[in-house]
C-alpha cells in the first residue's frame, strides 16, 4: 500500500472524529452535513474506479471507528476503580470502538454491492442501509443504540419533536439522508436531482412548524396537581462504597440529608440506582429507626436497591426499583430487564469465566436479568400515580420499553459515577429527552454522579441539578398530552420508512431511465 493510500485512510479516521463533534455535549450540527457530505461523495467517486468491496468495508470501518473511538473512549473509565480490571483499559478502549464499527464497515459494504447508477437513488441506498444497520446495531445481542446521529439535534427541539411520530429510528434515517444531501451539488447527474436537497431542508421547516404547532398545544393544556410531589435526588457519593467498607448508614445519612424531608409535605422521593452498599431489598428493614425518624405517612420511597431471591435453591440478583412506605413495608418492585454487558452480567459467562473474566458490579457476580417491565403504582385514598420504571441503561432504547401506555410518568435512576467527569454522563441524560417526546410523558431522572433532572413532553429540561453537584428537583404539576403516534405504533412506524425509502429508490431509478 502506497503513502497516499496511507494517508487517505488516516483522513478517514479523523472525519469520523471530527463527526462526533456534532454530537452531545458539543452539539456542532453543522458537522454532520460537512462529514457526511465528504465521505459519501468520496465512496460514490471511488466507486467510479474500482468496486473492491474488501476495500470499501475498510473505509466504513475506519470511519466508524473514529467516530466511536472519540465519544465512547469514557467506558475504559469504569475499568479504573477496580485494579483487578485496568489490564482491560487498552482493550477496551480500542476493542469496544472496534466491534461497533463493522456495522458501518457493512453499511459501506453493502453500499458498493447495491449502488444504483444514479446519484439520488445511490443517496437513499447508503441512508437506508445506514438506517438499518444502526437499528440492527441497537437490537443484536443486547444491544447498544448510543450516539446514534440523530442525537446531533438534540437542542432543536422544535425539529426534535417529529420523533412523536417517527420515532428515534425513523428520524435518525432521515438526518443520515439530510446529512448526506449536500454532496448531491458534487455529485449531481443533473439539476433535477438538486431539487432532492432542497426538498429536504423543506421538510426541515416542515418538521419545524410541527413543532410549534405541538408547543403551542401542550402550553394550552392545564395542569395537572400531583399532589404528592415526586422529589428526585441528584448525589454524588463516591463509588468507594462499593470497594471499601464505607457504611450503609451514612450514605442513608447523606441520602436524607440531601432529601430534606418535610413532615408536613406530601412527598415521594426518588433516590437513585443501586445507592445502598452492602444490603439488599430486604435487608433495609434493619434500617428503619433511621427512616422513621425522618419521613411520615406522608412520604414514600422509591430506591435503587439490590434485590436478592433464592429459586431451586440457587441464589438470584436483581438489580431493582423498590417502593416503600415511612415504615419500610415494600409496596411494589421493579427488576431491571436490559443489563448492562460487562458490567451487570458477563455475556457467555461460562466460557468467558474460565479465563478469568467477571461481571464489574455487583461483587463480580452477573445479576439476573427481570421478566417483565412492569407499571409499578403507588396510591394512597384518593391519590394514585402509575410509574413506568426505567434503572439506568434502559433508558437508552427507543421503542422497546412499554406495550401500552397506560403510565402516568416515567422515572430513570442511574449511577453514573462509573465514567468520571467525561461526557458519558452528559449524553446518558440525553436520551432521556428523545424518549419523553416518544413517549409524550414526563420524564424524572435520579442520579448519583450523573445529571438528576426533569424533561416535559416537548423535550425540555424544566429542571436540573447540574452535573458535580447535590441536590433534588421537585415535580408537582404536569401537563398531559394525548398518546403519541410512536407510543401506539413503536418501531413499525420505522418499518414503514423503509418500505417508503424503497419505493422512492425504485420510482427515482425508474424517472431517470425513461
Keep these: ?46 466507486s467510479y474506479h474500482h468496486r473492491n468491496i474488501k476495500l470499501f468495508f475498510l473505509y466504513g470501518w475506519l470511519f466508524g471507528f473514529g467516530y466511536f473511538v472519540t465519544n465512547l473512549y469514557w467506558i475504559s473509565i469504569s475499568l479504573t476503580y477496580d485494579p483487578n480490571f485496568k489490564f482491560l483499559i487498552p482493550l477496551t478502549f480500542f476493542l469496544i470502538p472496534s466491534f461497533l464499527s463493522i456495522f458501518y464497515g457493512v453499511v459501506t459494504f453493502f453500499f458498493i454491492l447495491l449502488k444504483p447508477k444514479k446519484i439520488v437513488s445511490s443517496l437513499l441506498v447508503f441512508s437506508l442501509i445506514f438506517g438499518i444497520l444502526e437499528f440492527v446495531r441497537a437490537s443484536i445481542l443486547t444491544g447498544f443504540p448510543w450516539n446514534l446521529i440523530a442525537y446531533s439535534f438534540s437542542n432543536q427541539l422544535e425539529i426534535l419533536s417529529i420523533t412523536s411520530i417517527f420515532g428515534t429510528y425513523g428520524f435518525n434515517l432521515f438526518c443520515i439522508t439530510l446529512f448526506t444531501s449536500p454532496s448531491i451539488f458534487f455529485l449531481k447527474d443533473n439539476r433535477k436531482d438538486l431539487g432532492i436537497c432542497f426538498i429536504l431542508f423543506f421538510m426541515i421547516g416542515i418538521f419545524y412548524l410541527y413543532g410549534s404547532s405541538y408547543k403551542d398545544r401542550f402550553y394550552n393544556t392545564e395542569k395537572k396537581d400531583y399532589v404528592f410531589k415526586i422529589r428526585a435526588i441528584g448525589s454524588n457519593i463516591s463509588l468507594d462504597r462499593f470497594y471499601t467498607n464505607i457504611e ?162 416515567i422515572i430513570n435512576i442511574s449511577e453514573d459515577g462509573w465514567f468520571g467527569k467525561s461526557i458519558g454522563p452528559k449524553q446518558h441524560f440525553v436520551h432521556s429527552i428523545f424518549r419523553a417526546i416518544e413517549s409524550g410523558k414526563y420524564v424524572i431522572r435520579s442520579a448519583n454522579n450523573g445529571i438528576a433532572g426533569i424533561v416535559n413532553p416537548l423535550g425540555v429540561v424544566e429542571q436540573s441539578i447540574e452535573f458535580g453537584k447535590s441536590g433534588y428537583v421537585d415535580f408537582k404539576e404536569g401537563r398531559k398530552i394525548q398518546p403519541t403516534i410512536f407510543s401506539r405504533y413503536g418501531n413499525n412506524i420505522f418499518g414503514f420508512l423503509i418500505l417508503l425509502y424503497i419505493f422512492l429508490i425504485f420510482s427515482f431509478n425508474k424517472i431517470k431511465n425513461e
Design 248 to 409: 450503609t448508614t451514612s450514605v442513608i445519612e447523606d441520602l436524607i440529608e440531601i432529601s430534606n424531608p418535610k413532615s408536613d409535605e406530601k412527598t415521594i422521593f426518588v433516590w437513585p440506582e443501586g445507592i445502598l452498599p452492602n444490603i439488599s431489598q430486604k435487608e433495609l428493614i434493619g434500617y428503619s429507626s433511621l427512616f422513621n425518624k425522618n419521613f411520615n405517612e406522608n412520604h414514600f420511597l422509591l430506591i435503587g436497591i439490590n434485590n436478592q431471591s433464592i429459586q431451586d435453591g440457587l441464589k438470584y440478583y436483581f438489580n431493582s426499583i423498590s417502593i416503600y412506605n415511612n415504615e419500610l413495608d415494600l409496596l411494589d418492585s421493579y427488576n431491571k430487564i436490559n443489563l448492562v454487558p460487562f458490567g451487570e452480567f458477563l455475556p457467555f459467562e461460562y466460557i468467558l469465566s474460565k479465563v478469568g473474566l467477571k461481571s464489574l458490579t455487583n461483587n463480580y457476580q452477573s445479576f439476573s436479568s427481570g421478566k417483565e417491565r412492569n407499571i409499578i403504582e403507588i396510591k394512597q385514598n384518593k391519590f394514585s400515580v402509575k410509574i413506568l420504571p426505567l434503572i439506568c441503561y434502559e433508558i437508552i432504547y427507543s421503542g422497546k420499553l412499554f406495550n401500552n401506555t397506560n403510565f402516568d410518568l
Design 1 to 46: 500500500m502506497n503513502k497516499k493510500k496511507y494517508i487517505e485512510l488516516i483522513l478517514i479516521i479523523i472525519l469520523g472524529m471530527v463527526t462526533s463533534l456534532s454530537l452531545p455535549p458539543f452539539n456542532y450540527l453543522f458537522i454532520s452535513f460537512l462529514t457526511f457530505s465528504i465521505f459519501f461523495t468520496f465512496l460514490v467517486k471511488k
